[in-house]
């Protein structure tokens, strides 16, 4: 086996030692079908099946074979190969080699830095480049996208194309070129060029608009540190991949695809930990924009298939991407060569304050009992060329979980359309640089598992709303309403679109168990947030591709296969796989059938000035709540903490006096209580409470 007790779960990563193992074995076999040199794209953990892992958990006696993914490349023989090394033995050893067609690995960091220097060494690019007054390469930037129609065959990455104004670390988005080199990565070389505005080049915007911190002259100066303090550390613990905290259990992985996954998330309660999720992640995002002149056309990124969030992690910054006490999870994943590729301080684990979790003031005594909230936090951070993409799972000590994606970054600019004064299609965010409307559509896979100990099999979906009573003998004064609850039982039927006028959710059952007094199944509701769905054409490729994106909910029955919502193969596809061809079937998704839940949220951005030369963050998500999984409020068990570093501030007197007239409300009398009951407060503040 392979350096086998450096792991201790099935579901962790590979290791350095298997990384490189799965190198020589994979290097080993081509080198004997004589393929020539191998360019590697991916080595990563094969996940074993649910089945193999809840027998595992089950008894951990029963441990699932050891076994590696792989995608590598030997062009011109074998362009795309699909690879699974056995760890299992005493080495590491091919047992399936496939040689594929018609598809496209993702591309991955090396790809993208292969394609901006093919670009940046092409003659006729140089001389477009000189064109336009520009001759000096190391200020040129070509960001490398992934190709939507794609104009001609190959392996094909197209760069926009930008200047920097005289310093490394200008913001190049101020200064867009207007010409589009396409590069093919086999061949090494440009294979197409978009010249919108043939040989009369618009004037390139120079005016300088930056956000680096060594560009920035005027800085605020009234801004006093604010620090999180935890004298005794933190509350979690941590065990490998495995995080407890606050009765929660949960389970970590990371790859190259989907980044950060969660598995065996579950919550304590009453001695037992009662399983709640199986496997969640977030497994495909379209990012479509609405410029039909070509050829933005082309401009459309399915950035968790073309790229990998994993891949594109970053490596986060104490102090700067999380505050507070901080346990940092490192990634290990490869590069073109086979080599290793760390990726320190790729997972930020810390818990923060996040306000009152509940409270209430008998109004008659004055007396008062409050509790602050605390929420865990498990986030990482993707750079995907542009943008960039903060992704953060939150844990609450009522049984809460919500999932949000802060979205920030440079905004994709180009040079005005040839014949347009202004952009029909985008904001003029400086003279002359246009940044076009798009819409940025996620999707999470959430393989539930409520309260089930075979990871959800036993669950049926149901679809909630709120409904008002017709007129008539039941409604006599016109204000009832009811909630209406429906089962979805097949796909077609669970193919869904949240109505916000009717509060529409989703219910996720489980029979099996039932709670004490009201009888019904235990449940936890999916609560969308109501955003948009896909603005693109049913006919457009875009539609095509994204299917997941027309509808806020699918639910198909779980196969291992099915774990992408766009397909295996995402860059250059065509559409017609993932969702679009499971969903077909109409299968049913009943109790028994193990449904696995598809959330298609995002947002349409319709670009502002003011999210130039850098973005502030927007933000979509989703919120995961129990329903009659408790017995009531399971955060009542909250102690009191008074939060003895809270201190009164502009002016004594004042603090003093509003302190008293809300000590009935927020604690003791005296301020200092954070989580606190009142019994002193009633007097004073008996007239500012009314």
């Not at 090396?110 to 140089?126: F, G, M």
């Not at 940044?435 to 559509?441: E, K």
Request: with cysteine.
């Amino acid at each position: 086996m392979v350096k086998a007790s450096s792991t201790s779960h099935p579901l962790d990563a590979l290791t350095a030692d298997e990384i490189k193992a799965c190198s020589r074995a994979c290097t080993k076999h081509a080198e004997e079908e004589k393929f020539g040199a191998l360019r590697f794209n991916v080595i990563s953990l094969k996940e074993p099946s649910k089945d193999e892992l809840i027998a595992y958990e089950a008894d951990h006696n029963k441990v699932p074979d050891r076994t590696a993914y792989c995608i590598v490349q030997a062009f011109p023989k074998a362009p795309v190969n699909e690879v699974y090394v056995d760890l299992s033995g005493p080495e590491a050893k091919v047992t399936c080699w496939t040689e594929l067609e018609g598809v496209q690995p993702l591309a991955s960091p090396d790809d993208c830095l292969l394609a901006e220097q093919i670009a940046k060494a092409d003659p006729k690019v140089r001389e477009m480049l000189k064109m336009r007054g520009v001759t000096d390469m190391d200020l040129v930037a070509c960001d490398p996208w992934s190709v939507h129609m794609v104009p001609c065959e190959g392996r094909l990455i197209q760069l926009w194309m930008y200047y920097r104004n005289g310093h490394p670390d200008d913001n190049h988005y101020a200064h867009p070129l207007d010409f589009i080199p396409v590069v093919d990565l086999n061949l090494k070389k440009v294979v197409h060029m978009d010249k919108p505005h043939q040989d009369t080049p618009p004037k390139m915007p120079t005016e300088n608009y930056n956000y680096h911190h060594k560009l920035v002259d005027d800085w605020r100066t009234d801004l006093k540190p604010l620090n999180v303090d935890q004298p005794e550390g933190p509350s979690f613990k941590v065990e490998g991949n495995l995080i407890k905290w606050q009765k929660w259990h949960i389970r970590t992985s990371f790859n190259y695809r989907e980044g950060l996954v969660l598995h065996n998330v579950g919550y304590e309660d009453q001695g037992k930990v009662r399983p709640i999720i199986h496997r969640a992640s977030l497994v495909e995002m379209a990012v479509p924009y609405g410029d039909p002149n070509a050829p933005f056309q082309r401009k459309c990124a399915f950035d968790v298939g073309d790229y990998g969030l994993g891949f594109c992690a970053n490596s986060l910054e104490l102090g700067c991407d999380c505050l507070g006490h901080i346990k940092y999870f490192d990634a290990l994943l490869n590069d073109s060569k086979g080599d290793i590729m760390e990726i320190p301080k790729a997972v930020c684990l810390h818990e923060e304050d996040a306000g009152i979790m509940w409270k209430h003031m008998d109004y008659r005594s004055g007396k008062a009992e409050v509790r602050r909230s605390r929420r865990l936090v498990l986030s990482f951070i993707s750079t995907v060329v542009n943008y960039e993409y903060a992704f953060y799972w939150y844990f609450y000590q009522d049984g809460t979980i919500k999932y949000e994606i802060k979205l920030t970054g440079e905004l994709s600019t180009n040079v005005l359309s040839l014949g347009e004064e202004a952009p029909e299609y985008g904001t003029l965010v400086m003279e002359g640089v246009n940044a076009q409307h798009h819409q940025h559509m996620f999707c999470a896979r959430l393989d539930m598992a409520v309260d089930d100990e075979e990871g959800g099999k036993g669950l049926y979906v149901t679809e909630v709303h709120a409904e008002a009573l017709p007129e008539g003998p039941k409604n006599p004064h016109g204000n009832g309403f009811i909630a209406v609850e429906a089962p979805l039982r097949s796909e077609s039927e669970a193919a869904r679109v949240a109505d916000g006028a009717t509060g529409v959710y989703w219910k996720v059952n489980n029979p099996a168990s039932r709670h004490p007094a009201t009888g019904k199944p235990v449940a936890f509701k999916l609560i969308p947030q109501g955003g948009p769905t896909l603005l693109a054409k049913p006919y457009s490729l875009i539609a095509k591709r994204g299917l997941f994106a027309t509808k806020h909910l699918w639910v198909t029955p779980h196969q291992e296969e099915e774990r992408y919502a766009a397909g295996d193969w995402v860059l250059q596809a065509e559409g017609g796989d993932g969702l679009e061809e499971w969903v077909k079937k109409d299968r049913s998704v009943r109790s028994g059938s193990d449904p696995v839940l598809w959330h298609c949220f995002g947002l349409t951005h319709i670009v502002r000035p003011e999210d130039f030369p850098v973005m502030p963050v927007e933000s979509a998500g989703f919120t995961l709540k129990p329903v009659g999984f408790f017995r009531g409020n399971p955060a009542i068990d909250i102690p009191y903490q008074p939060n003895a570093a809270s201190k009164l501030c502009c002016g004594t007197a004042n603090g003093h006096a509003n302190a008293l007239s809300n000590g009935h409300a927020n604690g003791h009398a005296d301020g200092n209580s954070a989580n606190g009951s009142s019994d002193n407060g009633y007097a004073n503040g008996q007239a500012n409470g009314h």
